[in-house]
């Protein structure tokens, strides 16, 4: 062993094995001193007090090779993440979207009234069409849950400022069984409006209209068709037969589409309502007008009920 090493060696027993290692540095330097005593000194403790602390000097000892896991990314990355603008309280979504619906009936209270009994026997063809049942009037007509028939329900006011180009599909008031049908209708302005004569015998379309050009046409044979158009809003056209004076018809001519008429059930729908406030009028040609207001949001539905009284 070369001179210079032995200082070193002498460093790294002592700093490894404490007590033991000054008695082992004696032996070292005076090499005369009896090895058994020595090496008993030196070997008992090393087992007991070997210390995990490293050497210097010494180049650490071989740890076995085995595969070390990557850090996982969460470990890195454990810091909570900041909020992200995305995430952050969402805007409400409304539970509902698109066009809204307003639908409903119409009521009587009351003294129902007695339909009077039409005599249709100056004409053979018309008197023909009703020899199953009296024709009766239709002025007033009641379904048996206590609703009424031909009622006219529209939106009267707060679709202003909104445009609704005309159907170019018309509108058909035919002449079956020497009546008009239907008895109520609505259209919209500019719209065709398509007159039928169904029946075996002379009529006389009389439209009275207060706003547009009055017409009155004569359809003498079954099967005639005439297309007329009114230019102007109004509620409602009165439509007559100067040959047959018990027949009538009324229309409804609006600027949007937004009407309905009541049949057998007394009920109506108004659909593909844009969002707002209303105000709906549902009109009848014996017992007047009513009128209701409503707000409805998007894809909302409500009900309404329209009463009159006699």
Not at 83 to 99: D, F, L
Not at 152 to 163: A, D, L, M, N, R
Not at 209 to 224: C, D, L, V, W, Y
Not at 240 to 253: E, F, L, N
Request: glycine content about 6%; proline content about 13%; hydrophobic content about 35%.
């Amino acid at each position: 062993m070369n001179t210079w090493t032995k200082p070193l060696i002498v460093a790294v027993v002592i700093s490894a094995v404490g007590a033991g290692g000054l008695r082992f540095l004696r032996s070292q330097q005076h090499p005369e001193a009896p090895p058994p005593v020595l090496v008993t000194q030196a070997v008992e403790p090393a087992p007991e007090v070997r210390a995990p602390a490293p050497a210097p000097a010494a180049s650490p000892a071989p740890v076995e090779s085995k595969p070390v896991a990557a850090p996982a990314p969460k470990a890195v990355a454990e810091k909570p993440a900041p909020a992200q603008p995305a995430s952050a309280p969402a805007a409400p979504t409304p539970a509902t979207t698109g066009p809204a619906t307003v639908r409903g009936s119409v009521k009587f209270t009351g003294e129902p009234p007695r339909r009077a009994l039409i005599r249709m026997d100056a004409d053979p063809q018309c008197a023909a069409a009703h020899t199953e049942e009296p024709p009766k009037a239709e002025n007033l007509l009641l379904n048996e849950n206590g609703t009424l028939q031909n009622v006219f329900v529209y939106v009267k006011t707060g679709w202003e400022g909104q445009t609704f180009p005309p159907p170019r599909t018309p509108v058909i008031l035919d002449q079956q069984g020497c009546t008009y049908q239907p008895r109520v209708l609505g259209m919209q302005a500019r719209q065709p409006l398509l007159i039928r004569n169904s029946d075996d015998t002379l009529h006389n379309v009389h439209a009275m209209p207060t706003r547009s050009k009055e017409f009155n046409i004569g359809q003498p044979n079954k099967g005639m068709e005439t297309t007329r158009t009114f230019t102007t809003p109004e509620v409602m056209v009165k439509f007559k037969c100067d040959v047959h004076p018990w027949m009538a018809a009324y229309i409804g001519v609006l600027e949007h589409p937004f009407f309905s008429v009541t049949g057998a059930t007394g009920e109506f729908t108004l659909k593909n309502l844009p969002p707002g406030n209303y105000t709906l009028e549902a009109w009848h040609e014996e017992l007047g007008t009513r009128t209701e207001s409503v707000k409805i949001g998007p894809g909302e539905s409500r009900d309404i009920t329209f009463t009159f009284a006699r």
